[in-house]
């Protein structure tokens, strides 16, 4: 297949492209070659390349700063995505848009399936939320992937934060009241391979696998743990580190449509995270 990536600088796209170069014609492109807020842009690159599918990793991923940058997040993660739809449906192209576990509220104590309904609790979910929709509303042909939790090689993350502390500091407070499921990218872009292969059209969930508890602190402590690293980790609740965008207690994305839909096996939690720390050469004793 020929295959455009938009956001090929990110951290889910610096792993995903490599991939898709192995078995397809696949073009990256970063900001400054497609941005996808500038509408005649999109159109441009979508009608110049003709993809048989349009991957799309560009998006306002900071939590936090998309509180106070609304209108920054809405552009890109709505009104970009939705440029990018209409391009597709001008041109038939099928298309895959990355989203996020924060469409959910968290007040669930059961894994989402693709079948809940959508409540974002912050800005950055409503903004992706927003993207879902255009997806859905403009295009025939299309792929909406929600991950959760992402961590890779490139770029900031969660796993390279508690390693840096963990040299940093002797101690560590970590939110013990948040439930959700870790995603090595180099795994959720395996998945994202088969799905677009498979031609089966629709929603999926796609993480690696939990027993539904495990926590931001119960995944500090076995980073830690495996990176050889004595520094302490104390467990706090959410009121304890307020944050400026809410986070859903429980957010565990369920994976069973993904798995009978296009034969996903999952990966353990745990076995993603030992790869990836042998793989980025963090782990000084594992055995």
Same mark, same amino acid.
């Given at each position: 297949?020929?295959?455009l990536?938009?956001?090929?600088? !990110?951290?889910?796209? $610096?792993?995903?492209?490599?991939?898709?170069?192995?078995?397809?014609?696949c073009?990256g492109?970063?900001?400054?070659?497609?941005?996808?807020?500038?509408?005649?842009?999109?159109?441009?690159?979508?009608?110049?390349?003709?993809?048989?599918?349009l991957?799309?990793?560009?998006?306002?991923?900071?939590?936090d700063l998309?509180?106070?940058?609304?209108?920054?997040?809405?552009?890109?993660?709505?009104?970009?995505?939705?440029?990018?739809?209409?391009?597709?449906?001008?041109?038939d192209?099928?298309?895959?848009?990355? $989203?996020?576990d924060?469409?959910?509220?968290?007040?669930?104590?059961?894994?989402?399936?693709p079948? &809940?309904?959508p409540?974002?609790?912050?800005?950055?979910?409503?903004s992706?939320?927003?993207?879902?929709w255009?997806?859905?509303w403009?295009?025939?042909?299309?792929?909406?992937?929600?991950?959760?939790?992402?961590?890779?090689?490139h770029?900031?993350?969660?796993?390279?934060?508690?390693?840096?502390?963990?040299?940093?500091?002797?101690?560590?407070?970590?939110?013990? &009241?948040?439930?959700?499921?870790?995603?090595?990218?180099v795994t959720l872009?395996?998945?994202?391979?088969?799905?677009?292969?498979?031609?089966?059209y629709?929603?999926?969930?796609?993480?690696?696998?939990? &027993?539904?508890?495990?926590t931001w602190?119960?995944f500090?402590?076995?980073?830690?743990?495996?990176?050889?690293?004595?520094t302490?980790?104390?467990p706090?609740?959410?009121?304890?580190?307020?944050?400026?965008?809410?986070?859903?207690?429980?957010?565990?994305? &369920?994976m069973?449509?993904?798995?009978?839909?296009? !034969?996903?096996e999952?990966?353990?939690?745990?076995?993603?995270?030992?790869?990836?720390?042998?793989?980025?050469g963090?782990?000084?004793?594992?055995?």
């Open positions: 297949m020929r295959i990536v938009s956001g090929s600088e !990110g951290m889910l796209a $610096s792993d995903l492209i490599p991939l898709l170069r192995q078995h397809h014609h073009y492109a970063s900001r400054a070659e497609l941005d996808i807020t500038d509408v005649a842009g999109v159109f441009k690159a979508v009608e110049g390349y003709r993809p048989d599918v991957i799309n990793c560009a998006a306002f991923t900071n939590v998309a509180q106070s940058q609304q209108r920054e997040a809405m552009l890109v993660n709505g009104i970009g995505v939705q440029n990018l739809a209409l391009a597709c449906a001008q041109y192209v099928p298309l895959c848009q990355i $989203s996020t924060y469409v959910f509220d968290g007040s669930k104590t059961t894994p989402y399936t079948f &809940d309904t409540r974002p609790i912050n800005y950055y979910g409503e992706k939320l927003a993207g879902e255009y997806v859905k403009l295009c025939r042909r299309f792929y909406i992937v929600r991950t959760s939790w992402l961590y890779g090689e770029g900031n993350n969660f796993v390279k934060t508690i390693l840096r502390l963990g040299q940093e500091r002797s101690e560590l407070r970590v939110v013990d &009241d948040q439930v959700g499921s870790p995603t090595w990218t872009a395996l998945a994202i391979k088969m799905i677009i292969e498979s031609g089966r629709g929603i999926y969930h796609v993480t690696n696998e939990t &027993d539904g508890r495990l602190y119960g500090a402590c076995e980073i830690l743990r495996r990176a050889g690293c004595s302490r980790v104390v706090i609740t959410t009121a304890e580190y307020p944050r400026p965008a809410a986070r859903p207690p429980y957010s565990v994305l &369920d069973t449509t993904t798995v009978l839909s296009v !034969g996903l999952p990966v353990k939690w745990n076995k993603a995270l030992t790869w990836y720390l042998k793989r980025g963090f782990l000084r004793c594992y055995e």
